[in-house]
């Protein structure tokens, strides 16, 4: 391996006061591994708004961190969805994820609202007319779930970069090779901004089952065979959560991947052990403050 990777993080905004602590407390222990960005979810059809906006604000008065809020085209209209990116902006956030959203769990199939944005290649084009934001967008290396084919999904990409997106972030996957060859199929297709894979730590094999199952993310057979005996064991569905993660970046940084975006779960110990497999450890200042 060359020099260590950059990283970024995501976190989604807590529900209870015990869910908050827990946040606050895995924010608090990777904030010294001094990640370019952390993200900040806004629930699947934007319900949870008003408590990302309060986190985002949050992190961004008591932390270093820059903050990317994500912003959803599900749930409010245009005006409301550039109203809020203008209040970031006042409030210092230059960074976004933009994201279509998900529809309502109640509804069949997505329906774009008459007054919002339809796509994500329409927000990131309306936020272009708030003023300058660095904008990460959403990738698919096993293809969207509602794409009929893989380059419906590729021009679906290009458009949001075209639109103004400055790097796009991957749904989760197991297979490095899977992301090895959707990133030379984006090359191919003129995407030329970073794609950066996102990585999920096992902390659940089950519940990630379910998420899987709704992006589309193939959960290999090896996989269920080294989960296939440790469920009433925390420990060691931990070590191997650790040891399949590992793998699989030090694959990736191996092939030439500087960037990684980890879908936290609002826990930091699994992320820890996989950035110190990668060579990024505390800043000196904050390992010695540590220390103090």
Excluded at 16 to 26: D, G, H, I, S, Y
Excluded at 48 to 66: G, K, P, S
Excluded at 89 to 102: F, M, N, S, T
Excluded at 229 to 247: C, G, K, M
Aim: proline share 8%.
């Amino acid at each position: 391996m060359s020099r260590p990777p950059q990283v970024s993080f995501e976190f989604f905004p807590p529900a209870t006061p015990k869910m908050e602590a827990t946040l606050w407390r895995a924010i608090q222990s990777l904030e010294p591994l001094e990640p370019r960005f952390v993200s900040v979810t806004y629930g699947a059809d934007g319900s949870t708004r008003d408590r990302t906006h309060r986190i985002v604000r949050r992190i961004t008065a008591e932390t270093a961190l820059t903050c990317a809020p994500h912003l959803t085209c599900v749930g409010a209209s245009r005006e409301e969805v550039l109203d809020l990116a203008r209040t970031y902006r006042e409030d210092g956030i230059a960074h976004l994820v933009a994201l279509r959203g998900d529809p309502p769990a109640d509804t069949e199939a997505y329906l774009p609202r008459e007054d919002g944005f339809a796509y994500a290649a329409d927000l990131v084009a309306g936020l272009g007319g708030v003023g300058p934001f660095d904008i990460s967008v959403a990738a698919y290396p096993e293809v969207h779930p509602e794409a009929p084919n893989p380059q419906f999904d590729l021009d679906n990409l290009k458009r949001k970069i075209d639109a103004g997106a400055t790097r796009a972030i991957t749904q989760f996957f197991f297979e490095p090779d899977v992301f090895l060859r959707f990133r030379d199929r984006c090359a191919a297709n003129g995407i030329d901004v970073a794609i950066v894979p996102g990585i999920l730590p096992i902390v659940n094999f089950t519940r990630m089952l379910k998420f899987a199952e709704t992006c589309g993310a193939t959960v290999p057979g090896w996989l269920h065979e080294r989960f296939a005996n440790l469920h009433e064991d925390p420990q060691a569905q931990q070590a191997e959560a650790a040891r399949t993660a590992i793998d699989q970046v030090g694959k990736l940084h191996r092939d030439g991947v500087e960037d990684f975006h980890f879908y936290t779960l609002n826990r930091a110990e699994l992320v820890i052990k996989i950035c110190k497999s990668l060579g990024i450890t505390p800043a000196p200042a904050a390992a010695e403050s540590a220390d103090g």
